[in-house]
T-cell receptor, first 115, second 109 residues
Framework: KAGVTQTPRYLIKTRGQQVTLSCSPI?????VSWYQQTPGQGLQFLFE???????NKGNFPGRFSGRQFSNSRSEMNVSTLELGDSALYLC??????????????FGEGSWLTVV | QQPVQSPQAVILREGEDAVINCSSS?????VHWYRQKHGEAPVFLMI?????EQKGHDKISASFNEKKQQSSLYLTASQLSYSGTYFC??????????FGAGTTVTVRA
């Protein structure tokens, strides 16, 4: 079965612009999480959606937002981009939400460069 | 809160063993281990649950000390394919899966 698909894979934006990243989870998975990965910082949790509801949120400013659609596909949006937002954004899907003991599966990520 | 991983990096020769440690300051429900190779997505290795259940890779072993909120991943008889960055993810009562900064493993022939 197809894995987690993220689009676009690479993009370059200018400071002040906004960006929308898309994630299609594995078929049947209802939970989608987003992570920001930068060198030395590891994977920083952004938010988790389950059945179209945000279940959990990390410590990121309000410029970072997301949503999930009825087909479990998810988007994340970053407004007023800053140079420090340059990172690999990873989406992960899971059959269930937290405390379920389910494995999460990562997509290959979207590389965002802000200039 | 991010778990703390140690060491930050380790270099091994093929066939050698290594241990990667992960500790958290909060009570844990589960610990997840992933390996990421450069330019690729993190790949699931193992999940350890409170109560002792484990699911994962049959060639990699790990332990979970619930009382100490610590987990260790054991790389035994390492192979070249074991090279990559290993991340532990911890899930507490807040339902968030938080990852450590990673341990870079280099296995040389």
């Amino acid at each position: 079965k197809a894995g987690v698909t993220q689009t676009p894979r690479y993009l370059i934006k200018t400071r002040g612009q906004q960006v929308t990243l898309s994630c299609s989870p594995i078929s049947g998975h209802r939970s989608v999480s987003w992570y920001q990965q930068t060198p030395g910082q590891g994977l920083q949790f952004l938010f988790e959606y389950f059945s179209e509801t945000q279940r959990n949120k990390g410590n990121f400013p309000g410029r970072f937002s997301g949503r999930q659609f009825s087909n479990s596909r998810s988007e994340m949006n970053v407004s007023t981009l800053e140079l420090g937002d340059s990172a690999l954004y990873l989406c992960a899907s899971s059959p269930g939400q937290g405390h379920s003991g389910n494995t999460i599966y990562f997509g290959e990520g979207s590389w965002l460069t802000v200039v | 809160q991010q778990p703390v991983q140690s060491p930050q990096a380790v270099i091994l020769r093929e066939g050698e063993d290594a241990v990667i440690n992960c500790s958290s300051s909060k009570a844990l429900y589960s610990v997840h281990w992933y390996r990421q190779k450069h330019g690729e997505a993190p790949v699931f290795l193992m999940i350890l649950l409170k109560g002792g259940e484990q699911k994962g890779h049959d060639k990699i072993s790990a332990s979970f000390n619930e009382k100490k909120q610590q987990s260790s991943l054991y790389l035994t008889a390492s192979q070249l394919s074991y090279s990559g960055t290993y991340f532990c993810g911890t899930e507490g009562d807040d339902y968030k899966l938080s990852f450590g900064a990673g341990t870079t493993v280099t296995v040389r022939a």
